[in-house]
């Protein structure tokens, strides 16, 4: 059986024309697609809730202000954005193929997706070198690692992107006069073509530059906890030992985990996006338009959208343990009144767990 579907009776995008296109759907095709954006959505609402827990956990909760999760904090405004703002618009042209809105609202979408992707990449980036400093330089790192440090790495994370997503795209200086023309011609499309320059520089900003840092900066915090005595890791903690004593095992112990997580991250990181960087700076060096390997590249960018919050397993126990509490408060009537008191009562109960 078919289903006949006008799927976009007019365009609004500036010439104002009418647009009819009849689409021939089978049922199978009609039901995959539903379950294609079913899929996209369920990621997106996922991407936005985790990403506002994170940020109301650590507003909520003093002991959790850390530099580390000060970048974390930034990191999940920047990945709740993608999604409300990127996202959506990613989504609904996976599914549909088509563009129904202003040419105006596709620089803007590429705007977002260019600025809120490469803020992520570049808030990693600055947790690598976080945690740098944190494991292989601890002496340097209260020095190095203050408020305004962070503030500065956090406001050169979000200017250096902006300078590279919003200046660049409206302006028109990012893509070839050719694109300009067909951008008036089809306006049912919203392709994202770059000249070469701004394929190279806006690749280096966004990813090359900042892996080749994070792999050089994860890659020495390693061997740092591989040259730590295997039976200082190892150590079990005697309730008859000192506190100090106690509280530097139980450290060294959670700055180990924290750094192979962080290994585990970036691996993952690179892989997924590694592929889009290398199909962005070909096509636009070779000057060829591969439209199903980008279909697939989406697909790609949504698993890797996916996966952002299993990053936040660099946060300590006592973090996620929080997020728990946050999320038990929800289910009762009075959370409101009792969320900072069973909050940090979590948090005590959970550091006397770490520490003892």
Known sequence: MIVNESLYQENTGMNGTLIDDVVELTWDALLLLILKGFVLVLIILAAILGNLLIILSVSRNHKLRSPTNSFIVSLAVADTLVAILAMTFNAFYTVTDKWIFPQELCDFWNSCDVLFSTASILHLCCIS??????????????????????????????????????????????????????RNMFPDECNFVVNKPYAVVSSCVSFWV?????????????????????????????????????????????????????????????????????????????????????????????????????????LTSRYRHVLLGLFLQFRNCDYV??????????????????DG
């Not at 020095?143 to 440090?149: A, D």
């Not at 990181?269 to 290398?278: T, V």
């Not at 390997?293 to 952002?308: A, E, G, K, P």
């Not at 009144?337 to 770490?354: L, R």
């Open 210 to 314: 900042p892996s080749i840092i994070m792999i050089g900066a994860t890659d020495t915090t390693a061997q740092m906890m591989v040259n730590v005595p295997q039976n200082h890791r190892n150590s079990h903690v005697d309730e008859e030992q000192p506190t100090p004593l106690k509280r530097s095992i139980n450290k060294m112990k959670r700055e180990h985990k924290a750094a192979k997580t962080l290994g585990i991250i970036m691996g993952v990181f690179i892989f997924c996006w590694l592929p889009f960087f290398i199909w962005y700076v070909t096509e636009s060096l070779c000057d060829t338009y591969l439209h199903k390997i980008l279909v697939l590249l989406r697909i790609n960018v949504f698993v890797t959208y996916s996966y952002r919050l299993l990053r936040y397993r660099l």
């Open 129 to 182: 070198v976080d945690r740098y400093y944190a494991i292989v330089k601890p002496f340097e790192y209260p020095n190095k690692m203050n408020k305004k440090s962070v503030a500065f790495m956090i406001g050169c994370v979000w200017s250096s992107s902006g300078l590279i997503s919003f200046v660049p795209i409206f302006s028109g200086w990012y893509t070839t006069n050719e694109h300009l023309l067909e």
């Open 337 to 354: 009144i009792n969320f900072k008191k069973n909050t940090f009562t979590t948090y005590e109960n959970v550091k006397n767990q770490d």
